[in-house]
């Protein structure tokens, strides 16, 4: 029988695990019988849905008692428990896995994208020391060269070796923290909201904020790709395996590189319209050219996994 450490609802602490547990009894219990209707997303967030659907079991449960608020030991959290477990209760979805351990597990994917992008580079650099240019060096690469991070044959030789360098560093860079995943952290809706506080957009699966402390968030967006799953997730069907590695190698690149404090995302109109410059700082470069490299795509821009394919 799962308690809450502490209180939960209108005027109350509202610790994310506290507010998960609430709103999977709510969800559980039977409309009939009080539980939530409609049906609750599970996001630790005790906004005016969930305080609402505690009062409307409160009034139905407590004979017309409501406060909209539970606490430890209490009444309503002992009847939630109760009604959660009879026959006419509501099955309610196992959780997803955490989201950094769930980014942890794609990292693996990224790291084969990370390797292919680094040693593409490191092998065009030498030779463009060697011929004065990327011209003639490998076709593949030369075309992901040109799609991902505007290196041409035009491209002047000095210019392009200071390029290279800077692509190569922070892939290098990327795959050490892909290695041990150490600044990944889950974050839930509330730290989240704090985050894209006065931001355009408001939620991500994930994101690096460009402020201390510096860390790699991931959050209960990031999950595997499924059909409709009512009362876990709270937007959206998740991604694909190559979606979540193509997010899994983007987010280092900001956390790495003081220059990537921007998006310019691989299937949006001026990805291809970016200066050299700064596309090497721009964080979806990188899955765009390891994984073109990794497939030794024939494509001009190659398979360019992210959010703009989230079924792959």
Same mark, same amino acid.
């Given at each position: ?133 990327? !011209? #003639? &060096?490998? /076709?593949?690469?030369?075309? @992901?060269?040109?799609? +991902?991070?505007? *290196?041409?044959?035009?491209? $002047?030789? =000095? ?77 959206? !069907? #998740? &991604?694909? /395996?190559?979606?979540?590695? @193509?997010?899994?190698? +983007?987010?280092? *690149?900001?956390?790495?590189? $003081?220059? =990537? ?52």
């Amino acid at each position: 029988m799962p308690d809450i450490a502490h209180s939960v609802g209108q005027h109350a602490t509202n610790d994310d695990a506290d507010v998960v547990i609430v709103q999977r009894l709510l969800n559980a219990v039977s409309v009939a019988k009080g539980g939530a209707n409609p049906i609750l997303q599970i996001d630790g967030w005790c906004g005016r849905s969930s305080i609402a659907a505690i009062s409307r079991f409160q009034t139905i449960q407590l004979k017309g008692f409501s406060d909209g608020n539970i606490g430890p030991g209490h009444n309503t959290i002992k009847l939630l428990n109760a009604k959660a477990t009879e026959a006419d209760a509501r099955p309610v979805p196992d959780p997803d896995p955490d989201p950094a351990t769930q980014a942890r597990q794609d990292a693996q994917k990224a790291s084969i994208w990370g390797m292919a992008g680094l040693a593409a580079a490191a092998g065009v650099t030498g030779f463009v020391e060697k011929t004065g240019g990327v !011209a #003639g &060096f490998d /076709p593949i690469v030369e075309t @992901a060269l040109a799609g +991902h991070f505007h *290196i041409t044959s035009a491209t $002047p030789k =000095a210019e392009a070796l200071r390029l290279l360098r800077i692509i190569r560093l922070n892939f290098i860079a990327d795959l050490s923290e892909l290695a041990g995943g150490l600044h990944f952290r889950s974050v839930g809706r509330r730290e989240m909201n704090t985050d894209f506080a006065g931001a355009r957009i408001k939620e991500a699966p994930g994101y690096t904020p460009f402020t201390a402390p510096r860390r790699m968030c991931w959050s209960a967006l990031f999950h595997p790709r499924r059909g409709p799953k009512p009362g876990l997730e709270w937007t959206g !069907a #998740g &991604f694909g /395996p190559l979606c979540r590695a @193509a997010m899994v190698l +983007h987010e280092p *690149i900001h956390f790495v590189d $003081p220059l =990537a404090n921007f998006d310019t995302y691989e299937w949006g109109p001026d990805y291809t319209a970016l200066t050299a410059e700064r596309s090497t700082h721009n964080a979806s470069s990188y899955p765009s050219f390891g994984a073109h490299i990794a497939e030794q795509s024939k494509l001009p821009l190659g398979p360019r996994y992210g959010a703009g394919r989230p079924q792959d």
